[in-house]
């Protein structure tokens, strides 16, 4: 099994540009997830989806929108870049959320993005 | 507002002491608290996790206390090695949903 992967690993985008990046798992997730990462941030929350064709806004939403056609794919687009956008996403997923069922998100190896 | 506290931002350790990192919240509605492990260039993944009925968890050199009344919680990495340098997140998740609350993250350096 992969795992998550995403799809590109870096990109340089200028102002104003649009991009796709794309997030797969391969273990069934029903719950997948968008984050981004900033120095003395953490991880912080965009978009999550509890389950095919379904997508819910998480902590930091604006500027991007999310999409969950297949259950195994999980779309994170910037229709128009800025540079606050210059981060790296993880994506994520889980199979539980159980109170009393394991709970782990597994993540990706990361989108590094640079909008200049 | 930053729901889970993380400190410190940064921890510089000998090899063989203790690394103790910890984290508070603000919320009483969360109802599992993980530790994620980064290493540079990688994703997040789980190191060791508690929930709130259990006021210590131990899996091998790492050990997470909790502190329900004061809502706070820790993480212990004992006999710290330099293969446990790495950024270290703790996290809350909101009841009844998979969300995640991650505190800012700690940037540990184990010396040789």
């Known amino acids: 099994n992969a795992g998550v992967t995403q799809t590109p690993k870096f990109r340089v985008l200028k102002t104003g540009q649009s991009m796709t990046l794309l997030c797969a798992q391969d273990?069934?997730?029903?719950?997948m997830y968008w984050y981004r990462q900033d120095p003395g941030m953490g991880l912080r929350l965009i978009h999550y989806?509890?389950?095919?064709?379904?997508?819910a806004k998480g902590e930091v939403p604006d500027g991007y929108n999310v999409s969950r056609l297949k259950k195994q794919n999980f779309l994170l687009g910037l229709e128009s870049a800025a540079p606050s956008q210059t981060s790296v996403y993880f994506c994520a997923s889980t199979a539980t959320v159980g109170r009393e069922g394991a709970y782990e998100q597994y993540f990706g190896p990361g989108t590094r993005l640079t909008v200049t | 507002q930053q729901q889970v506290k993380q400190s410190p931002q940064s921890l510089i350790v000998q090899k063989g002491g203790i690394s103790i990192i910890n984290c508070a919240y603000e919320?009483?509605?969360?109802?599992?608290f993980p530790w994620y492990q980064q290493f540079p260039g990688k994703g997040p993944a789980l190191l060791i996790a508690?929930?709130?009925?259990?006021s210590e968890k131990k899996e091998g050199r790492f050990t997470i206390s909790f502190n329900k009344s004061a809502k706070q919680f820790s993480l212990h990495i004992m006999d710290s090695q330099p293969g446990d340098s790495a950024t270290y997140f703790c996290?809350?998740?909101?009841?009844?949903?998979?969300?995640?609350?991650f505190g800012q993250g700690t940037t540990l350096q184990v010396k040789p």
């Open positions: 996290a809350a998740k909101k009841s009844n949903t998979g969300k995640l609350i």
């Open positions: 508690i929930r709130p009925d259990v």
């Open positions: 919320n009483t509605a969360f109802d599992y």
């Open positions: 273990m069934n997730h029903e719950y």
């Open positions: 989806s509890v389950g095919e064709g379904t997508t």
